[in-house]
């Protein structure tokens, strides 16, 4: 059965204390690994997608890198507009395509 | 941002009524999603659309009925709302099948069943 799972669940970060969130995953035949970002009371927002083991991607203070177990999401020196829930995504299984979320990591900046 | 509106924002309602959901795109986008969001949960998929009457069921769909007459609408309905149908509930649209691209999320319905 595919697994994800996001840690921690909840973060609390000084404005430009320098961090990562983990995204681990189980799967069969990934297609593609991508991160969301949700902000209280709206859709999850697309931010990267990842396919193939050692794929950075980066955008302002966020950077997104993948292995064949784990991704990981670093957030540089951030401020308290990057606080949200950052939501994970595994795409399997060729054929029968398939989504699977992990339950996400809330970040809150503190100014 | 993406053309999706989701009708209505917030509703209330009792065990046992129907009770119909809409997402509506304006980007002519082939694939649509239902998912609904609870705690300790990832976002789980209910339904989901290729086409115009081309719909199929996702991880979660006991209880939810959808129907796409037209590209643009994608209605979710629950024949008989019970408590534990309580929940956010997101459409999403891709140009592609799922997992391959991108997906475009609507603001979400919070439905609560009472």
């Known amino acids: 059965e595919d697994q994800v799972t996001q840690s921690p669940e909840a973060l609390r970060l000084q404005e430009g204390e320098s961090s990562s969130l983990n995204c681990s995953y189980t799967?069969?035949?990934?297609?593609?690994l991508f991160w969301y970002r949700q902000d209280p009371g709206k859709g999850p927002e697309f931010l990267f997608t990842?396919?193939?083991a050692g794929e950075e991607k980066e955008k302002e203070r966020l950077k997104a890198t993948l292995t064949k177990k784990e991704s990981f999401l670093h957030i540089t020196a951030p401020k308290p507009e990057d606080s949200a829930t950052y939501l994970c995504?595994?795409?399997?299984?060729?054929?029968?395509?398939?989504?699977?979320f992990g339950t996400g990591t809330r970040l809150t900046i503190i100014p | 941002d993406a053309g999706i509106t989701q009708s209505p924002r917030h509703k209330v309602t009792e065990t046992g009524t129907p009770v119909t959901l809409r997402c509506h795109q304006t980007?002519?986008?082939?694939?649509m999603y239902w998912y609904r969001q609870d705690p300790g949960h990832g976002l789980r998929l209910i339904h989901y659309?290729?086409?115009?009457?081309?719909?199929d069921k996702g991880e979660v769909s006991d209880g939810y009925s959808v129907s796409r007459s037209k590209t643009e609408d994608f209605l979710l309905t629950l024949e008989s709302a019970t408590s534990s149908q309580t929940s956010v509930y997101f459409c999403?649209?891709?140009?592609?099948?799922?997992?391959?691209?991108?997906?475009?999320f609507g603001s979400g319905t919070q439905l609560s069943v009472l």
């Open positions: 999403a649209i891709s140009t592609s099948p799922l997992g391959d691209e991108k997906l475009f």
């Open positions: 799967v069969s035949g990934l297609r593609g």
């Open positions: 990842l396919y193939s």
């Open positions: 995504a595994v795409g399997t299984n060729f054929g029968n395509e398939k989504l699977t």
């Open positions: 980007e002519n986008h082939r694939y």
């Open positions: 659309s290729y086409g115009v009457k081309d719909t």
